[in-house]
């Protein structure tokens, strides 16, 4: 035999040998499907909405801005199919206060998020807070998100850090962690004019959904 053919020979053999030993396999015993692990569900509010504008100054509505970045934050998580976003609503429309944190229970949601913009007599006060109802303690589950948002939009924004504070809220009404973020003040001048820059959203944006991610991770 020629090197050729004993090299032809040993090939042979070493396909039937791999046919016989797949044979024997056979039937393969079908492998269930891979276990899909259940999205994580975050509610996400654009404060106010329809009838209620929220605050207007020199024509800018906090209703549109929050909407806007809602709709953005929700886009975000397309790219990570283990987090799955609700929005409470999706376009000019007013929703009963309670009705959103209820939907956030009602869906299993494991945190809520409501996104305004701030206003004040003063145009001097300028930067971004994160607010948690004023039942919440430091070291509380809430109080956790708030700093975790409050952090990653700063950080993303360069925004002046007022902290995490607490107020009397809605958000009472759940037990869920749930903060209410504002995004920047509508009556500080230069905050006034960020607010309007698509770039400036996208960095919001981009900083409540890090936070969302870091906090369920
Ligand atoms: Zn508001």
Redesign the pocket.
Known sequence: MTKFGALAVALFAAVVALIVASSARWPAPTPAPPRRPEPVIVVVDA??GGHDP??IVHGVQ?KRIALELALRVSELAGEEPWIEILLTRSGDYYVDLRERVGMAEREGAAMYISI??NANASTTICGAETWVHESVRPGDVSWKLAEVIQRNLVNATGATDRGVLRQPLYLRHTDLPAVLVEVGYLTCPREHQLLQNPEYKERIAEGIWRGIVEFVR
């Open positions: 404060g106010h929220g605050a906090e305004h913009a």
